[in-house]
């Protein structure tokens, strides 16, 4: 009795086969037969390749309806995000958060009735807090002047911008539309490390030129950096500022390769690579090694640039070692015009699970404690900083500059806003909507001229929230937020400030020598300007 119901895994597989011989016979009587008898040949076909198969275990067993589980696999992310997740579930981003890009991208209705949706008394949940006596903000366009000591070039960028995205991680109708939307809105684009392609150059808008591991667009055929190379990117009115880029969130630590099958010749022109050859982005850079030679590099692309606003980009790892990049910024007088954090949440870019799960400081603590090493050092009234990492809402803004922010910066908000609906095909070369392709026939899709009016008009609401959010707590501009404006609860019944979790600490504690209670003189002692490597050992 067991060994009949054992076989009946194959009942499905005997049935096509037995319909084929029953409907071929048919066919001598009834014509339309044949058909069916095609249609259950194709089957068994399949049924007589899956039991002789050797990748899969399952249709060895299962002949023909195991199949349907590689069916359900694949529809299954659609099928979650649909029909399943609710409003809140982040996957990464919730339901909720993307119809808010999607309906201030189009100037549609955001507004909610009947009240909030979260849940008030779960820990987690976060507010700011409000005036008896809010402001009247007229101007939403908020702006913040990037640019130290030594920058001749200083820049005012606005307090939301886009994050860095390369070409050929995005298609050039992406590029093209982010662009255009930029120079609408009045705010900048990032290029990423991919170099500045002729789409970044055709739109007009404000560019971030950043320099990667692989000097795309500035480097030598040995994929050193070239000086003269650098000064012909950057001498164009549209580059604004200037960002070496140390680590990204969604994977810091790791390089990567594109392979030469997937290198175009507009990909080739923008990274000023050879095409038929695999090109390298390397884990880390070759034109420094030690925090000292990091503030010689970025002084001389601040020389080289003529005095535009040069900073770096990074996701906080080992904390001393950040403190090693400032205690050279006191060393050699050299310091950056802007430190752009980002968070392990971040994630245009496709990583290994492990790198993209478990490595790397996520926003608020990288950027608390950025903030506070460099209030402790001195130097933050000298260096402005960015935040970047899932960052497309108004609260989501003034949280981080509460935290201590200049300004934000989003990469897939901006996704959302020229079409992207979370397929998370970015890496397969078969985004569904045109946006992370090189695909001609799917970029196509992406109509440049609607989407990027979505992208100055997604830019535009959010600041109007923005300033809404800023009146309501009774101030002029949201970098005015602190710590104290909001609050967190811990439990159903106890609730926090930020000042308590995440206190701006006193000016000058770390050179002074005053114990903070929070660690960072101890990592202090141990960081050095001349090695990432720390005092108490050379073999860490």
Known sequence: MSKIKSLGRYYVFAAAVALTLVFLIGSFWVQWSLALACVFGALSIMGIYDLTQSSHSILRNYPIIGNMRFLFEGIRPEIRQYLIESDHDEEPFSREKRSLVYQRSKGHEDKRPFGTRQRVYDPGYEWTTHSVAPTDIQDSNFRIEIGGPHCQQPYSASVYNISAMSFGALSPNAILALNIGAKAGGFYHDTGEG???????????????????????????????????????????????????????????????????????????????????????????????????????????????????????????????????????????????????????????????????????????????????????????????????????????????????????SARGFMFAIGCIQAQACHTNQCPVGVATQDKLRQRALAVPAKSERVAKFHENTLKALAEITAAAGLEHPVQFLPHHLLMRESARDMVTGQQVYPYLPNGFLVDGVEDGFGYLERWHLARAESFRPVASDHV
């Open 195 to 409: 170099g500045i392609s002729r789409y970044h150059r055709q739109g007009g808008g404000d560019l971030v030129y950043q320099v990667g591991s692989g000097y795309f667009g500035c480097c030598t055929a040995e994929g050193k950096f070239d000086p003269e190379k650098f000064v012909a990117q950057t001498n164009i009115p549209e580059v604004k500022m200037i960002e070496v880029k140390l680590s990204q969130g969604a994977k810091p630590g790791h390089g990567g390769v594109l392979p030469a099958a997937k290198i175009t010749p507009e990909i080739a022109e923008a990274r000023g690579i050879p095409m038929g050859k695999d090109c390298n982005s390397p884990a880390r850079h070759s034109a420094f090694s030690t925090p000292v030679e990091l503030m010689d590099f970025i002084g001389q692309l601040r020389g080289l640039s003529v005095g535009k606003p040069v900073g770096f980009k990074l996701c906080i790892g080992h904390r001393r070692e950040f403190m090693c990049i400032v205690k050279a910024m006191l060393s050699t007088g050299i310091t950056p015009d802007f430190i752009v954090i980002d968070g392990k949440e971040g994630g245009t870019g496709a990583a290994p699970l492990e790198l993209a799960n478990h490595v790397g400081m996520p926003l608020v603590e990288g950027l608390t404690f950025a903030h506070n090493t460099l209030r402790g050092a001195g130097l933050r009234d000298e260096v402005k900083i960015g935040a970047s990492g899932k960052l497309v809402t108004a609260f989501d803004i003034a949280k981080v500059l509460a935290l201590g922010a200049d300004w934000a910066n």
